[in-house]
């Protein structure tokens, strides 16, 4: 089974790529009486004419997350129009630690994939809340951004995003590392294929494409997040071994510990197998230092209570 918590957009749109893909059974956990209930509902109508053969039910209920082995932790205040990421530190963590008692209570083998922004610090906080190992504890936020990026290349290049190989490390924020020198097309790197000033249009459509659909719709981003969700979930459910970008926790990979950063990793059974370190030059370092000094400084912004 893979548990949901939280019924708002980003949870949705997960249940809903989840369940065409037929991955496995879904709870949807929310604290708004009837929301999941009802969202359940209206999914399981939508299944049954299509034909799918998987079961969505919703509750307010945490016990009935017990057995999943994957729990989708997208709950949280989102991001308004004019609201950076870090700014929803403190609303946040308070949310965060209150799940990761819950998950840890009735889900305590699961792998743990968690969107709450700002978030790399909530990634930080869910490991700390927990005590889970490193590996079952993952932040998503990579796929989005290298998934943007890949749609800005595709966009200059005129082929398909499916051609491109994007790569986007360091914070899921401002500070956010596009690395185009090390994104390619079948194998060319983008700084040969494009001139200098469309790079760098390229990575600025990067870091502001989620303020970009903020300002265009009045709330944050559903879709995308929705199905990178489902395709880590089925990495880790059909143990495919596959590289993500993704927040994991570090312990000396790039230089740095106790700190969660986006970075490739292998997703399969059980969660993180590997961290990848990427060959950066010396002005990457520099640049990926920053950004994390910038997540560094998120997660000082942890009242220190929920760190205990």
């Known amino acids: 089974m893979i548990a949901i918590i939280g019924a708002g957009r980003v949870g949705v749109a997960a249940a809903i790529y989840i369940s065409m893909m037929e991955l496995d059974d879904i709870v949807l956990i929310d604290i708004i009486k009837g929301r999941p209930q009802g969202e359940a509902l209206d999914l399981a109508h939508a299944l049954s004419i299509l034909g799918k053969s998987v079961s969505v039910t919703g509750s307010n209920d945490y ?5 999943a082995d994957i729990v989708l932790i997208t709950a949280g205040f989102p991001r308004g129009p004019g609201m950076t990421r870090e700014e929803l530190v403190a609303k946040n ?6 799940i990761a008692r819950k998950v840890v209570e009735y889900a305590p083998n699961s792998v743990n994939i968690i969107t709450t922004n700002p978030l790399d610090a909530m990634v930080y ?3 700390k ?3 889970f190992p490193r590996e079952r504890i993952i932040g998503f936020s990579g796929v989005l951004d290298s998934g943007r990026m890949k749609y800005y290349i595709s966009r200059k290049l005129s082929i398909s995003p499916a051609s491109i190989e994007a790569i986007v490390i360091g914070q899921h924020g401002e500070k956010m590392l596009p ?4 994104s390619t097309v079948m194998g060319k790197p983008l700084t040969e294929i494009l001139s200098e000033n469309d790079v760098e ?3 600025k459509e990067t870091i502001q494409a989620g303020a970009r659909i903020i300002e265009l719709r009045g709330y944050s981003s559903s879709y995308g997040p929705g199905a990178g969700l489902a395709i880590m979930s089925e990495a880790v459910k059909k143990d495919q071994n596959k590289v993500f970008l993704a927040s994991a926790c570090l312990n000396g990979e790039y230089g740095y510990k106790d ?3 986006n970075v490739p990793v292998v997703l399969g059974k059980g969660g993180i197998k590997k961290i990848i370190e990427l060959p950066l030059n010396e002005k990457e370092k520099q640049l990926l230092d920053e950004s994390v000094d910038a997540i560094r400084k998120n997660i000082a912004q942890i009242p220190p209570k929920y760190l205990g």
């Open 129 to 131: 809340a927990t005590g």
């Open 179 to 182: 690395l185009p020198r090390l």
């Open 125 to 127: 906080l869910l490991y």
């Open 201 to 203: 249009e390229i990575t």
């Open 259 to 261: 700190v969660c950063v």
């Open 63 to 67: 016990k009935d997350i017990s057995g």
């Open 93 to 98: 963590a308070e949310v965060v630690v209150d």
